[in-house]
């Protein structure tokens, strides 16, 4: 499994934007090769899909959050990214990064992904 470290969560106000950063550290690994996502859980939540981005660059968003969040990966820096704009109290997570070789999807439909990083609360106040 690879080692997932996200950055970049904070505080903002609503309407406000914010980049997620998930940093890949694993000899050999190279992002452009795995499904990669996000996906986050509020307090007494469940853990929802956000974004997932798959090997030949196909994105998927949640409804919540199309039209105001983007997923990308840089191959050559091993990184992906989460760009949220217009964000919203409802936006409030811990976000997770995620990858696995396997493609996986937001929902429930496939089987999760196989590594994960610690997250990053994002904090959206009205």
């Known amino acids: 499994q690879v080692q997932l470290v996200e950055s970049g969560g904070g505080s903002v106000q609503t309407g406000g934007s914010l980049r997620l950063s998930c940093a890949a550290s694993?000899?050999?690994?190279?992002?452009?090769?795995?499904?990669m996502g996000w996906f986050r859980q509020a307090p007494g939540k469940e853990r929802e899909g956000v974004a997932i981005?798959?090997?030949?660059?196909?994105?998927s968003y949640a409804d919540s959050v199309r039209g105001r969040f983007t997923i990308s990966k840089d191959n050559f820096n091993n990184t992906l990214y989460l760009q949220m704009n217009s964000l919203k109290p409802e936006d409030t997570a811990m976000y997770y990064c995620?990858?696995?070789?396997?493609?996986?999807?937001?929902?429930?439909?496939?089987?999760?992904?196989?590594?994960w990083g610690q997250g990053t609360q994002v904090t959206v106040s009205s």
């Open positions: 694993e000899y050999g690994y190279s992002v452009y090769f795995y499904c």
């Open positions: 981005i798959t090997s030949d660059g196909f994105t």
């Open positions: 995620a990858a696995d070789p396997r493609r996986f999807s937001i929902g429930s439909g496939t089987p999760p992904p196989r590594s």
